[in-house]
């Protein structure tokens, strides 16, 4: 059988197979395709700090050539991540991935720190590319 593993940043990963943060809801998803715990990893739906609505409908777009969208990152932010889909995506049982974002780098500061406290997380993804998520980011501090 051949070895999977990848180990990343001093983590390591049981295989190479990660979802993209937002794409597989390992949480609330109720009718799977596969058991999450075959992952290399779990990764959230990315949170901010504070809640967000993300953006107004329509966030979905289709075009003769596929689709666009604009979702707009909605949260419910840090608090209630921690409080309630963390501990459940620790459970499934590979590594844990927490997506972060905000507009601040004290606010990239905050919510990591948030993070690193519970002790569930493995690793962090800060999500610095979202096109979608409005021109308040702040990053000349």
């Known amino acids: 059988m051949t070895d999977l593993h990848v180990d990343i940043a001093g983590v390591l990963f049981p295989n190479p197979i990660l979802p993209a943060s937002g794409t597989y809801e390992v949480v609330e998803l109720k009718d799977r395709f596969f058991d999450p715990a075959v992952l290399g990893a779990v990764i959230n739906k990315t949170i901010f700090l504070q809640p967000r609505p993300g953006n107004p409908p329509p966030r979905i777009y289709e075009t003769p050539c596929g689709m666009l969208n604009s979702i707009g990152i909605p949260s419910e932010g840090a608090e209630h991540f921690i409080r309630e889909q963390l501990p459940a995506l620790r459970r499934v049982g590979p590594p844990v ?14 919510i990591s720190l948030m993070i690193e406290e519970t002790g569930m997380a493995d690793l962090l993804e800060l999500d610095l590319s979202c096109p979608n998520v409005g021109h308040d980011a702040q990053w000349a501090e």
């Open 97 to 110: 991935i927490v997506s972060v974002a905000e507009t601040s780098l004290e606010g990239f500061r905050r």
